[in-house]
């Protein structure tokens, strides 16, 4: 859920849909329902639903140069006891289904949706 600031404030009225969501920025958790709140150090507010995983890629200079061959899954999670995302390689033709499950403090792969293809790194979203 994306809540972009259009005018000079640091926080807006927002209203959530059920369930928990996580702040992108800061780790912040709301219920569903009416919260103000304040962006974080960009001036735009990203909520993300407990359970999710979003997939990140380092930096590169440009498309060309991006190493699809090691991915990080970011885990979004403050109860959820599994958690799951997509993803989509260039050289495939479909979404690949990240599903994962509670792992002690942190979270593993049901299994690899690459088939190897892949070295994955998971951390959960920092709080």
Known sequence: LVAPFFENTQ??????????????QTGSVYQGGWHRIEHGHIPVVVLVRDGSV????????????????????????????????????????????????????????VQDPAGGKVKWNIRMAEK
């Open 54 to 109: 979003i997939p990140h890629i380092a930096l590169a200079q440009s498309t060309a140069d991006m190493d699809w061959s090691a991915l990080e899954l970011v885990v979004f999670a403050d109860e959820a006891q599994v958690a799951d995302g997509l993803v989509f390689l260039p050289s495939g033709n479909s979404l690949l289904q990240a599903a994962m499950k509670k792992d002690g403090d942190g979270f593993a792969l």
């Open 11 to 24: 926080a807006r009225d927002l209203y959530l849909p059920p369930g928990k969501w996580i702040d992108y």
